[in-house]
């Protein structure tokens, strides 16, 4: 498909293919005789089984892609997912962040006393003062920390993006202490 995609976006896409292909294996279909009725089918059994619409619409892209380049590389004759359409409506959810008493209930939990306890307490200092995904923090490197400048550069995160994010003084400490 992209030689850009991440490893997670090719994982993420294979599985909303392979959940895909169940539905078609289920419904006898073939990838062959795929109509915008199929793919209509697909979304409507999705709703019915109660998915989110941010599921249900991520596969409808996914499809989308999928069927798109199925047919500029001429595998198909025609494109069944050229008008297939996300779900619209609904409010957004508003994301509502912690308290500062959540917070420091939260930050209570880890045991500083042994090193692993230590370890998870900065972790959570370092998602917490500075935003950073997931995974982004798992790529995190020694040679990547300022301590000085209380900074992290983040090599290629969301949107194989790079760019510096800061942390507080209680964050640099902690992570002198380790």
């Keep these: 498909m992209s030689d850009d995609w991440s490893q997670r976006t090719l994982e993420y896409h294979l599985e909303n293919l392979a959940v895909f292909k169940k539905f078609l294996v289920s419904n006898t279909g073939t990838i062959t005789n795929i109509t915008k009725n199929t793919l209509e089918n697909f979304k409507t059994s999705m709703r019915n089984a109660g998915r989110k619409k941010n599921t249900i619409n991520g596969r409808v892209k996914t499809l989308r892609v999928f069927f798109r380049v199925l047919y500029n590389e001429g595998y198909i004759d025609n494109n069944p997912?050229?008008?297939?359409?996300?779900?619209?409506?609904?409010?957004?959810?508003?994301?509502?962040?912690?308290?500062?008493?959540?917070?420091?209930?939260?930050?209570?939990?880890?045991?500083q006393k042994v090193f692993v306890g230590l370890r998870d307490y900065m972790i959570m200092q370092l998602l917490t003062d500075t935003g950073i995904r997931l995974q982004?923090?798992?790529?995190?490197?020694?040679?990547?920390?300022?301590?000085?400048?209380?900074?992290?550069?983040?090599?290629?995160?969301?949107?194989?993006?790079?760019?510096?994010?800061?942390?507080?003084?209680?964050t640099a400490n902690t992570i002198r202490s380790i």
């Design 81 to 111: 997912a050229e008008s297939f359409k996300v779900i619209k409506g609904g409010k957004k959810s508003e994301i509502i962040p912690f308290t500062t008493e959540q917070l420091k209930a939260i930050l209570a939990q880890p045991n």
């Design 136 to 170: 982004e923090l798992v790529d995190i490197r020694i040679c990547d920390i300022n301590i000085d400048k209380k900074s992290v550069f983040i090599k290629q995160g969301h949107g194989d993006e790079s760019r510096m994010v800061y942390f507080g003084i209680k």
